[in-house]
Structures are given as structure tokens and as C-alpha cells.
């Protein structure tokens, strides 16, 4: 009797920190949320229930709309350079060869950095009068507005994203790598395979799986991006708001004292809605792929 | 070879719900407990929250809070300090968890909200309070206000009256006086457009784009009698966003107003490639120490007004309705902002007291010589019939939007008065829904 109690209890008693961890920070604020997207809630006010009033309001909302498209393409032009760029890197440290231990150094070093300080840095460079400016005058180009440019800022947001997660992104690469056998590659070298042949048709099929998981990573990182654009683009989300992403929307309408927490829930919905069927895409994609 | 493929979709799918648990967060209003009486033994410990002074001021708050505690055996006092960033997130997370500090630093538009909430006393409704208004100037108490709520909701504490900087030498390449300062919006924008021409579009004025703020000094109204409706796409703002426009296309405002914050707009005065930028004493130091050059041709004079009454910054002390020992809270709050401890605040930094009659003695009416001295002077003389412009029933969100419109403006996707007129139609529904 005692040992069936024991076997019982045992396994819940292990599960009990990570699930209670998991209820109250994950399960409750999610289910919180989920109900405040229809209430009109305010910071200091719980409010009352509207029904789909705050969807309605969505839709003619012309900033949500603007920060909809800036999330999308975020994920559309951030995810195929994080997903390529940090597997090409991986190869080239993946060599041995003298020196190699410094680069692999050097590239993970932006993950490890503050994107606070990495930010400033980079709007440091990026001014009218910074680095990157002062090299374009030097070689005889016009200055270019980085910051105040709607565009131009986005692009930069995406570019600051891309170089910091690429570091992160190669040790993954690197570990999928390690386990490609090297008979592989000895074996399309003898038929007569290229590098960049060796490349197409031995290693991306034998990392396929981390470029899937990869993807949904950095898709779900992009599609939440705020910090990058709210340092560039400044807490306004660039000229007129043009840069505003649906993160920065959920923590400029929900956040202060008189945050509209019921409208920021809504958003924060629509985010989740977005994020899984973007996850569930990727996983559909790669499903595909492996069916015979 | 057998298939990786379950173990591939595990790991995928073990993915999910990682990232997402990243993506929702919530917070939720609480409840406060029943409002304690304000009369009665001054007792018990309570707690006082200033807004970013612990840094400067440890000596003087804890001299003070020694001192009240002395005269007050059976009160204690704990201090805590806030940092200057997301200090609004901070005392929301207090009232929507009911434990607001019992004696709260705040400005008016961080009262509203919270009187709006009814978590923080108004001073006018109970006798206990109501009997120190005499004690402070009448646009101080009356600063604390709140439209629609029926009375003052803090005590006034410190003010200040930001002067506008400027870079005499800057000036004087585009063959104006350094020592005539723009005094109005007109000569503003006249100095603007001369530098601008003088120096090829290199050097512009001005920073930022206008704030509420510069409406109100313009000479706009900004909202109605009753503050239940924003006006200021009247025909004096359209000027004004108009000329700011004008500014903008010949250079007189920086190429990166639309995105400059504040801080930005500072960094820029202070590498001396803009000519003209708001402030305030405290960055005379910084002047001095970062910027030498900048601080031998630093010019000071008052911000450029239409109206003759310039803008006053506003400080107080709240006292909060939940508090468990309201007298103790209510007699600190007092003893912090009375007059002999306002002026010996006001020795301590370049804010100004809002006790009846403080400004007129020698260290805020006579010039002693030093930088420090003329700007103390000019802005103590600067509240002589100032006025808070920022309305306080406008929130982040709708200064957001005002700045926003602003910029579509100045970009030339809407006329100025378009802009405004979206501006204030956006913020009225924001307040209509308040």
C-alpha cells in the first residue's frame, strides 16, 4: 500500500517546482490575458466585460495595422538570413584551422553582449554624424539618414537582430555539424562533388532538422522583436510611429498609469494567434518535406 | 536506417510552447483596503517613495527623516528611493497591488490617475489637510488640482522653470547678438531660419519637435474649461505646427527630430551641433565637465514665450488613502514640504520652493555672479505667474499620439491642421473612454 502511495506521489512531487513555476507564470498570465482581451481593464481598474469591442477596435486601428506589417516583415527578412548566414559561419569555425578558436570567440560575443549596449553602439554609429556616415562622406557619398528614415530604421533594426543572434545560432549549427558523418562528405568528394555541391546535397540535408528548428526560433524571436526597434527607432517607434512593432504597441497602450490593459491584451492575443500558426507552419513544412 | 523523424518533430514541437510562454505576459489592478481616518495620533511606521533624489540627497532626506522622527517618537520612516526610469510602471504595479507607499512623490499628471483611482487622499476634502493650503503659493496648490475630482491631490513640494541654453559662438558665426536671446516664438523662428541659412542646413536650432508644452507657451489653448475636451488644432497651434514645418524643410530642425528623445536632443546640444535646447540648472555640471567649450559660450535665458506667464515644473508629495496611519503619513508629508524645509531643499539643487513668499528672499532674487547663480535667479524669476501647460488628464498614450501626428506633418503626409485635427479626435476618444 505504502510503495503505490509512493509511486503515486514520487513523480508529482518532482514535477511539482517546474509545474508550479509553469502555472503561475505561464498558465495564469496566459489565462489573465485571455480574459482581459475582453474587458475594458485598465492599470488601476479591473473593468467589464465588452464582448469583442477591443477586436472591433483593432481592425480600425490604423497603428496596429502599421505595426502588423512591421512585425511580418520583420520575421519575413530577418528569419532567411538567420536561418543561412549562422550555418556558413559554423562551416568556416568549424575548420581546423590555427587561430579558429578566436573567431568563434569574436561571433558569439554579440549574444552574450547587452542588447542595451549593443543598441546604443549601434545608434552611436548609425547618426548623422557617426561612424558609418563619416565613412560614406570620407569615400564621397551623401550622409544617410539611418535614423530618421522610416525604412532605413527597420532595416537597421534587422540588421542590428541578424548580427547579434548569429553567434547563437552557430553553436546550434556547430553541434548538428559535429554529428554529420564525415564518410558523407569523403564519399561525394570521391564522385566527384564539389564544395558547394557537398554543401547542397550533403550538409543541409543532414542539419535540415536544426535549420527547422532554427527557423521556428528566430521566426517566434522576429515576430516579438522590441527591443532592437525601441533603441534605434526610439520609444515613439520612429517617425510618426512608422517603426512600431506589436510588442512596442502592446507596451505603449497596456503599460503607465493609465495603461489600457484590456486593448494591450487583445494585441497580446492576436500576437499568440500569429506566433502559432507561424510555428505551426514551420513544423508543417518540414513534416511535408520528410514524408516519402 | 531507421527514421530520426519522430525524435526531429519532439524536439520541434518542444519548441512551441518555450517560445510562446515568452509572448503573453500579464498584470492586473488589485484592490486597495477601506480609507483610514486622517485625523487622529501621529503613530505608527509608514514609508515614503521619492522619485530618483537618493543618488544626490541621501544626507538631506536622512537628516530629515531623523530629525521628524525625533519630534515624533512613535513614527518610523522608511525610505525608498525609485529610479528616474519607469517610475509611472512602478506605481502602478503599488496601486493595482494596493501597497502604495503611505507618502508618494509625484507630478500632477502622475496624480491624476491616481486620484482618478481614488488611492490617494484629496487634500481639500479632509480638515487634517484642507488647513495647510494657506502655507503654499496658489499655482502650486492649485497645480494639483484635478479636473472632474474636486480638489488637490498633494501637497506642493518643489517647482522648477526650465531655461533655454544656448551656444553663444554658434550664434555669433550666423551674425546674431549672443547677448539678445530670442525672447518669443517669432524671434525663435527668425534665429532659426538665419543659422540655418548662415550655416548650409550644418547647423540646425532646434532638437525635438514641439511638445504640449510649446502650444501652451505659443499661446494655444489646450483644452476646454472643464479639461473633458483637448483644443489645441485651433487656428494658433496650426500656426505653429505649420511654422515648425517650415522650420524643418530649411533645416532650422534637426534632420532626426522625428526620432530624437529628449536625451538625444541634449547629447547633440552638448557636441554643439545644434544651437538652442531646453534644460535645466542640472546640466550646467554637465556642461562644465563634458563639454568645456560648450560652458564658455553657454548662453541662458528663459524659454521663448507668447503668453508672458512660462512653464512651471511641478513636485508634491501624495499621501495615500489606504494608508494604515493617515495622521503619521499626512504630518510627514507636511514636514517634508513646509517652508523652512522647502528653502533648505532648495539650497541643496537648483529646484525652487512653493511656500508663499520663499522666492522673495536674497538667494533667489539676487544674482551672485556665477552661472549657477544667473540661472537660479532668471528661473525663480521665470515663476512669477507660471503655469503648468502639460494637462494632466494627458497620458503617455495620448502625448504619443500628438508627437506622432506631429511628425506626419513635418514629413508631408498630412497638412498641419489635419494632424491636429487627428491628434485631438484620437486623444478625445481616448479621454471620452477614461
Known amino acids: 500500500m505504502r510503495v503505490r502511495t509512493h509511486r503515486t506521489v514520487s513523480p508529482w512531487l518532482f514535477l511539482l517546482p517546474g509545474l508550479a513555476i509553469t502555472l503561475a507564470f505561464n498558465l495564469y498570465p496566459f489565462l489573465s490575458t485571455a480574459y482581459k482581451a475582453f474587458t475594458d481593464a485598465r492599470t488601476l481598474t479591473a473593468g467589464s466585460w465588452v464582448g469583442l469591442e477591443n477586436f472591433r477596435q483593432l481592425l480600425s486601428d490604423e497603428l496596429f495595422w502599421v505595426a502588423l506589417r512591421n512585425s511580418l516583415l520583420y520575421v519575413a527578412l530577418v528569419v532567411p538570413f538567420t536561418v543561412l548566414l549562422p550555418l556558413l559561419l559554423a562551416l568556416l569555425v568549424e575548420q581546423r584551422i590555427p587561430g579558429v578558436a578566436f573567431f568563434r570567440s569574436a561571433f558569439y560575443t554579440p549574444v552574450v553582449a547587452s542588447v542595451v549596449v549593443v543598441g546604443l553602439i549601434w545608434s552611436w554609429m548609425l547618426d548623422d554624424r557617426g561612424l558609418v556616415n563619416s565613412l560614406l562622406v570620407t569615400l564621397g557619398a551623401d550622409r544617410v539618414n539611418f535614423l530618421g528614415d522610416q525604412w532605413l530604421l527597420l532595416f537597421s533594426a534587422m540588421a542590428l537582430t541578424v548580427w547579434k543572434g548569429l553567434g547563437y545560432y ?109 510555428m505551426l507552419l514551420v513544423l508543417r513544412a518540414d513534416r511535408k518535406e520528410d514524408a516519402p | 536506417m531507421p527514421s530520426a523523424r519522430p525524435a526531429r518533430r519532439a524536439a520541434a514541437l518542444a519548441v512551441v510552447p518555450a517560445a510562446l510562454s515568452l509572448l503573453l505576459t500579464a498584470c492586473g489592478p488589485g484592490v486597495g483596503g477601506p480609507a483610514t481616518s486622517a485625523e487622529g495620533p501621529v503613530e505608527g511606521d509608514i514609508t515614503f517613495q521619492t522619485w530618483n533624489l537618493r543618488a544626490e540627497f541621501k544626507d538631506y532626506f536622512e537628516t530629515l527623516i531623523d530629525e521628524f522622527e525625533s519630534r515624533h517618537p512613535d513614527v518610523r520612516v522608511e525610505w525608498a528611493d525609485q529610479p528616474a526610469e519607469n517610475y509611472a510602471d512602478k506605481l502602478s504595479a503599488d496601486a493595482g497591488s494596493g501597497s502604495l507607499p ?172 545644434v544651437a538652442m535646447n531646453p534644460g535645466s540648472a542640472l546640466d550646467l555640471a554637465n556642461f562644465r565637465n563634458n563639454a568645456p567649450s560648450l560652458y564658455e559660450n553657454l548662453g541662458i535665458t528663459k524659454a521663448p514665450n507668447n503668453t508672458g506667464r512660462p512653464n512651471m515644473y511641478l513636485m508634491g508629495l501624495a499621501v495615500s488613502d489606504q494608508s494604515e496611519h493617515k495622521p503619521a503619513a499626512i504630518a510627514f508629508a507636511h514636514f517634508v514640504t513646509n517652508k523652512r524645509n522647502q528653502e533648505k531643499f532648495g539650497h541643496q539643487t537648483a529646484v525652487f520652493p512653493s511656500t508663499r513668499g520663499s522666492l522673495d528672499k536674497d538667494y533667489w532674487s539676487e544674482d551672485d ?6 540661472v ?44 491636429l485635427d487627428d491628434a485631438v479626435a484620437e486623444s478625445n476618444k481616448l479621454l471620452r473612454k477614461h
Open chain 1, 170 to 278: 552557430m553553436i546550434i549549427y556547430l553541434a548538428a555539424l559535429g554529428n554529420v558523418p564525415r564518410e558523407l562528405h569523403e564519399a561525394a568528394a570521391v564522385d566527384g562533388a564539389g564544395p558547394v555541391r557537398r554543401f547542397v546535397s550533403v550538409t543541409v540535408p543532414a542539419v535540415r532538422s536544426t535549420m527547422v528548428l532554427v527557423g521556428a526560433l528566430s521566426s517566434v524571436a522576429a515576430f516579438k522583436v522590441f527591443s532592437e526597434v525601441y533603441l534605434l527607432a526610439g520609444p515613439d517607434g520612429g517617425p510618426a510611429g512608422a517603426d512600431t512593432t506589436l510588442v512596442m504597441l502592446v507596451q505603449r497602450v497596456g503599460t503607465g498609469l493609465g495603461g489600457r490593459v484590456g486593448y494591450a491584451s487583445a494585441i497580446s492575443l492576436v500576437i499568440f494567434a500569429i506566433a502559432l500558426a507561424l
Open chain 2, 102 to 273: 503611505d507618502v508618494i512623490n509625484v507630478s500632477p499628471d502622475l496624480a491624476y490617475p491616481l486620484a482618478d483611482a481614488g488611492v490617494i487622499m484629496n487634500m481639500d476634502a479632509e480638515r487634517a489637510t484642507a488647513k495647510y493650503r494657506p502655507e503654499y503659493t496658489k499655482e502650486a496648490w492649485d497645480g494639483y488640482e484635478m479636473p472632474g475630482l474636486g480638489g488637490t491631490y498633494a501637497f506642493p513640494w518643489y517647482l522648477n522653470t526650465g531655461p533655454l541654453f544656448y551656444n553663444k559662438a554658434l550664434l555669433e558665426d550666423a551674425g546674431l547678438d549672443p547677448e539678445k536671446p530670442p525672447r518669443d516664438y517669432d524671434a525663435l523662428f527668425r534665429y532659426a531660419e538665419r543659422i540655418a541659412e548662415r550655416s548650409e542646413g550644418r547647423i540646425p536650432t532646434l532638437a525635438a519637435t514641439p511638445t504640449i508644452e510649446n502650444f501652451g507657451r505659443y499661446g494655444v489653448r489646450l483644452m476646454n474649461e472643464d479639461a473633458t475636451e483637448f483644443t489645441y488644432n485651433e487656428p494658433a497651434g496650426v500656426e505653429l505646427l505649420t511654422r515648425y514645418k517650415k522650420l524643418y524643410e530649411q533645416g532650422g530642425l534637426d534632420a532626426q527630430a522625428l526620432t530624437n528623445t529628449p536625451e538625444k536632443a541634449g547629447q547633440k546640444f552638448l557636441k554643439q551641433r
Open chain 2, 369 to 374: 555672479g556665477t552661472a549657477a547663480g544667473r
Open chain 2, 376 to 419: 537660479r535667479v532668471n528661473s525663480a524669476q521665470s515663476l512669477d505667474g507660471a503655469v503648468n501647460y502639460q494637462p494632466v488628464v494627458m497620458n503617455d498614450e495620448m502625448e504619443t499620439i500628438l508627437r506622432n501626428e506631429i511628425a506626419k506633418a513635418l514629413q508631408g503626409d498630412k497638412s498641419p491642421k489635419q494632424a
